[in-house]
């Protein structure tokens, strides 16, 4: 089976241009979660979808804001973006909602470089 | 709120020694307690968890990990290191959704 996959993987903007990443879960996985990676700041969540329903954000401004297709893909776009926002953009998927213990499957990220 | 925190950002041990990684979680509800880990330039990759039953987890790689109520620990041990455990390890906690630890690099000399 195929694992999580995401794209593009490495991607260069400038400040005040707005990105879209994708993510592809395993196939049958009905829950996408997206966090973000810095040194500074660890790994923070920033939000999870699940049947095509945001169940759950993070602590991060309006700029990012995500959605599911009916094919459980993902997406997450961050609009105006500013130097802060590089950083690996990771998404992972799981059966059925994260906690509860469902294993959470990581894709490679997706690293975000902001000039 | 639940948190984790991770008792040391990096970790030196030789080669062949005991590798021991420090979790302290908090929860307000019984934990869902994950530890994963990342190469370089890759994702995470589920080492081993705990949901309920037996305390003592073990996972890939030679990993267990034993969750101590008392203690509100989830410390993580291999009793043999090799180079290839260089990398850097996450402590997670677990109830409506992920939270993860800041990380410990794990460094192994030869």
């Known amino acids: 089976k195929a694992g999580v996959t995401q794209t593009p993987r490495y991607l260069i903007k400038t400040r005040g241009q707005q990105v879209t990443l994708s993510c592809s879960p395993i196939s049958g996985h009905r829950s996408v979660s997206w966090y973000q990676q810095t040194p500074g700041q660890g790994l923070q969540f920033l939000f999870e979808y699940f049947s095509e329903t945001q169940r759950n954000k993070g602590n991060f401004p309006g700029r990012f804001s995500g959605r599911q297709f009916s094919n459980s893909r993902s997406e997450m776009n961050v609009s105006t973006l500013e130097l802060g926002d590089s950083a690996l953009y990771l998404c992972?998927?799981?059966?059925?909602?994260?906690?509860?213990?469902?294993?959470?499957?990581f894709g490679p990220g997706t690293r975000l470089l902001v000039l | 709120a639940q948190s984790v925190t991770q008792l040391g950002s990096h970790v030196s041990v030789s080669e062949g020694a005991l590798v021991l990684l420090r979790c302290n979680y908090s929860s307000s509800v019984p934990p869902y307690l994950f530890w994963y880990v990342q190469y370089p330039n890759q994702g995470l990759q589920l080492l081993l968890k705990?949901?309920?039953?037996?305390?003592l987890v073990k996972g890939i790689n030679g990993f267990e990990a034993e969750f101590k109520k008392s203690e509100t620990s989830f410390h993580l041990t291999k009793p043999s290191a090799h180079m290839s455990d260089a990398a850097e390890y996450f402590c997670?906690?677990?109830?409506?959704?992920?939270?993860f630890g800041a990380g410990t690099r794990l460094t192994v000399k030869p």
């Open positions: 992972a998927s799981s059966l059925e909602v994260a906690g509860k213990g469902e294993t959470q499957y």
């Open positions: 997670a906690v677990s109830n409506n959704d992920m939270r």
């Open positions: 705990y949901t309920t039953g037996a305390t």
